[in-house]
């Protein structure tokens, strides 16, 4: 096995604890693919790199994130 496909086996054994750390974590609700974006982008990822981990087109996590963030503005408003 040469060294890209070694690392490319090494992240995606990567992501996937990631995914399962997320899930076990956070109870049933984190089983949600958009409880885990935004987990995942509270702790920093980069949209491209949550949309490896989670398994999403990266397309869903962007609109997943710019929904939350709406969200999140209509609340400050109301208060």
Do not use: C, F, H, W
Not at 24 to 40: C, D, F, H, V
Not at 63 to 68: E, N, V
Request: proline share 5%; glycine share 8%; aromatic share 2%.
């Amino acid at each position: 096995m040469d060294n890209d496909a070694l690392l490319k086996e090494v992240i995606r054994r990567l992501d996937i604890l990631i995914s399962l750390g997320i899930e076990t974590a956070g109870g049933p609700e984190a089983s949600r693919p958009a409880t885990k974006i935004e987990r995942l982008s509270e702790l920093g990822l980069a949209p491209s790199e949550i949309s490896a981990v989670v398994g999403k087109p990266l397309n869903y996590v962007t609109a997943t994130l710019s929904q939350r963030r709406k969200r999140g503005k209509r609340k400050e408003r109301t208060r």
